[in-house]
């Protein structure tokens, strides 16, 4: 880096990119483990709740014709995408001292707070996930209810707009045990929905915090490793039903450290929505008056959860 250095734009900001990008190359992405990620081409993405699909009819019984089923709507779920932007200011002194350390610092420090926020941004929707309004990723309070008005895990989920009365759960309180797991498991492959029809949910992965992964990766096995297929504890060799079959996210980002979510991923990438309209762009300015190069990076996304169907949480008490 040294020998291409001089005060012109055209000749740091190639380099300025690529101290960034290979800031950026090995960081662990949360994004794609919890969301369904897709590209935005609106400011506002709107999503329509939809209820159940209802089962096919017998021809006989549908009058020798196509039964056609009547969808009700849910509740309807609008995202926004915010631009947000962070900066670095290069002083032309730097440059011509060479002062390569701190310049370096510089831009891998730009590197990491993009990083950061969108990690933190992410882990949002489990980390508030037992409330409705609750902290976002710089300390500000937002309504973190979902559609139907109540948090992501709540035990009074109604069945739909037009009952209320009718209500369901996906929270709970157990630490994080196989015994648990299997209570998770089954209780979310009762869910029904709004016309009281199996909604088939089939969970197959374990979020947890840094705190709970040597308990999830006892439950779901070690990928790649042979260990004995026995239930964590078990003193009766009890095969271990569940190993090789769920995933385990280990997600350093989660502020509780007691709290687990188990999840259906074919149904998370359905309900949870992480949205592009513009990934990341870093370019390049110089201040004449300042002798200053500004360094920038600014992006459009948004994110958030239509339907409550894809998680069951625990938020146990330490």
């Not at 020998?3 to 690529?18: A, G, I």
């Not at 510089?106 to 409330?131: C, H, M, P, S, W």
């Not at 149904?267 to 110089?286: A, D, F, H, L, V």
Request: net charge negative; charged share 25%.
């Amino acid at each position: 880096m040294q020998t291409k250095l001089q005060w012109n734009s055209d000749v740091l900001e190639p380099v300025f990119r690529e101290l960034y990008s290979t800031a950026m190359k090995d960081k662990k992405d949360f994004i794609p483990d919890m969301y369904g990620v897709e590209n935005s081409t609106k400011d506002t993405e709107s999503y329509d709740g939809a209820g159940g699909e209802g089962l096919l009819e017998d021809w006989n019984h549908s009058g020798n014709q196509v039964h056609y089923e009547d969808i009700d709507e849910l509740w309807e779920k609008r995202i926004r995408n915010h631009k947000y932007s962070g900066g670095r200011e290069i002083d032309r002194d730097f440059i011509d001292d060479l002062k390569l350390t701190q310049i370096k610092d510089r831009i891998t420090g730009l590197a990491d707070a993009t990083y950061k926020t969108q990690q933190y941004q992410a882990v949002e929707f489990l980390n508030n996930a037992f409330v409705t309004a609750g902290p976002d990723f710089k300390g500000r309070n937002y309504n973190s209810a979902g559609p139907d008005g109540v948090a992501l895990c709540a035990a009074n989920h109604p069945y739909s707009p037009k009952n209320s009365v009718d209500v369901q759960s996906n929270l709970g309180d157990s630490p994080l045990t196989i015994d648990a797991w299997d209570d998770t498991v089954v209780a979310m492959q009762e869910w029904v929905d709004d016309k009281g029809n199996l909604m088939a949910v089939m969970p197959d992965r374990l979020i947890v915090a840094p705190y709970n992964r040597r308990a999830a990766l006892q439950i779901a096995g070690v990928p790649g490793k042979e260990i004995p297929k026995y239930e964590p504890g078990s003193d009766q060799f009890n095969i271990n039903i569940y190993q090789g079959e769920i995933t385990v996210v280990v997600n350093p980002f989660l502020k509780n450290r007691h709290a687990w979510f188990a999840v259906d991923t074919a149904r998370m990438r359905r309900y949870n929505k992480w949205q592009w309209r513009r990934k990341p762009e870093n370019g390049s300015i110089t201040d004449f008056d300042k002798e200053t190069l500004k360094y920038k990076v600014i992006g459009r996304w948004g994110r958030g959860f239509i339907n409550y169907s894809f998680i069951y949480g625990h938020n146990p008490q330490p």
